[in-house]
């Protein structure tokens, strides 16, 4: 049950996120801003990983471990880059529900790339976050 605090305080930080960098993007080159966040989070999660013992895990890693962890880095470093200059460019209440198609998106990769089983539940969800999107943005 722990995931589902997780997830819920992982998408009030999302939508914080959507808000604060609105503002804060307000005159900058949305590159520049994109640098300075990812500095502020490469000193917070390091700094979580020393305080926790993390650190100790790091000769473990395998090369398929870097190659994927370095490529999950490259597309999240994409996604920030696109995500800000969305929202210089266009209202938070529609750039946040068009980056939540990332969910129905990963939903489909996850059957595709990793043989996950598609559930009925799941793309009638899916479905929904399309439909829902649609609805906000036109």
């Avoid at 090369?63 to 490529?71: A, D, P, V």
């Amino acid at each position: 049950m722990m995931w589902w605090i997780y997830a819920l305080l992982s998408a009030l930080f999302a939508a914080l996120t959507a808000i604060l960098a609105k503002i804060g993007i307000k005159g900058v080159n949305t590159d520049l801003a994109t640098a300075i966040r990812t500095v502020v989070i490469l000193f917070v999660a390091w700094g979580i990983v020393f305080s926790r013992g993390g650190i100790e895990s790091l000769p473990a890693l395998t090369r398929q471990n870097w190659l994927f962890l370095i490529l999950s880095g490259i597309a999240t470093g994409l996604s920030w880059i696109f995500y800000f200059k969305a929202l210089q460019l266009g209202k938070v209440s529609q750039v946040a529900p068009v980056d939540k198609l990332s969910v129905a998106i990963a939903i489909l990769f996850s059957v595709i790339f990793l043989g996950e089983v598609l559930t009925w539940k799941a793309a009638i969800g899916a479905i929904l976050i399309i439909g829902g999107t649609l609805v906000l943005i036109l």
